[in-house]
């Protein structure tokens, strides 16, 4: 590779009225001097661009909406690798493992879904392997393709267009959003199909990735671009009406934790406002539990009144054999 490249350098140097197709014996002569030499710092050769490979796989305990909306994003996006299940005891020691996997599958980027308490809780992780950042997510609202059946259809192995509101913009990181950049970094990294070096892609857009920012939440959303021919008064029908038909899948996405390393390291931002929907379902059974004690203590109180006016579960006065209507009777 570093021959190819200085072979490429030689041939600048080479004189305005020789032809680019043949090199003559001078500048051949050049190119051999020139590879004998010791390679300087200003001559270095070019980076290759890094290709950019997205691995996604679940953890054990998914539901079957979990597996097709990671079905879903593996079939809108061609630079991903679907890995089978992660099956490790220990739930929070996801480092050493997704490293590894992603090493060994050449992925710098992980989308990770971690299921918990039987699939009811659903938690993505998002990382650049190897070195970091990491951002834990919490998914809510998810629907995929087939379950709302959606008008729009798209091409697979079709490229999209990434798009960002206002609220990711570098105007409004301000007042505790900073985070905001570092989210919109990885998220277009993962969203974002490279325009070369990826195996089956193919060269049109026809999709648009929606990320929209909203009550501390990110939503996103994935349109179809779909182009109707639309006929004008002279006959001529080259213009083209363009809209955006929903494809799905769709899904909320709510910040919790960021580190700095690759599922690993010092944290840097942490969601206080996030409640964990674990604890939502606490409160709703301590709710449901004070409203049935409620009833029994106010069935109680009842009692006791009765009790003390001399009536019986009913509401009816007791029979008493001192009464008027049964002395005169």
Avoid at 138 to 145: E, F
Wanted: hydrophobic share 35%.
């Amino acid at each position: 590779m570093s021959a190819a490249y200085k072979l490429v350098g030689s041939r600048d140097d080479l004189p305005a009225d020789s032809d680019k197709g043949s090199i003559t014996s001078d500048a051949s002569s050049a190119t051999i001097g020139r590879s004998s030499e010791s390679p300087t710092i200003n001559s270095s050769p070019v980076p290759l661009a890094i290709k950019t490979r997205i691995m996604m796989l679940t953890s054990r305990g998914v539901s079957h909406r979990h597996r097709h909306l990671l079905a879903d994003l593996n079939s809108l996006l061609p630079h991903t690798y679907k890995d089978t299940k992660l099956d490790t005891k220990s739930s929070n020691n996801y480092n050493s493992a997704l490293n590894a996997l992603a090493e060994l599958h050449s992925c710098n980027y992980i989308f990770f879904l971690e299921a918990r308490k039987h699939g009811q809780d659903l938690y993505l992780w998002l990382a650049k392997a190897p070195n970091g950042p990491t951002i834990k997510f919490s998914v809510s609202n998810v629907h995929t393709m087939g379950e709302l059946g959606f008008g729009g259809n798209c091409l697979k192995g079709g490229r999209g267009v990434v798009v960002f509101d206002k609220s990711f913009e570098d105007a409004e990181f301000s007042g505790g959003q900073e985070h905001k950049g570092l989210v919109r970094e990885l998220l277009r990294g993962v969203f974002c199909v490279p325009q070369r070096g990826v195996r089956g892609m193919k060269p049109f857009v026809d999709r648009v990735t929606g990320v929209f920012g909203l009550d501390g939440k990110i939503w996103i959303r994935v349109y179809e671009i779909r182009e109707v021919g639309k006929e004008s008064e002279g006959g001529d029908k080259s213009n083209t009406d363009v809209s955006l038909v929903e494809i799905g899948p769709r899904f909320v996405l709510t910040p919790i934790v960021i580190l700095e390393g690759s599922f690993g390291g010092a944290v840097i931002y942490h969601n206080k406002e996030f409640v964990s929907p674990n604890q939502v379902r606490s409160e709703v059974r301590l709710k449901k539990t004070g409203r049935h004690i409620r009833r029994i203590d106010d069935k109680k109180e009842r009692m006791v009144k009765r009790g003390a006016l001399g009536l019986d579960s009913r509401g009816r006065r007791k029979h008493n054999p001192l009464d008027n209507d049964v002395l005169f009777k």
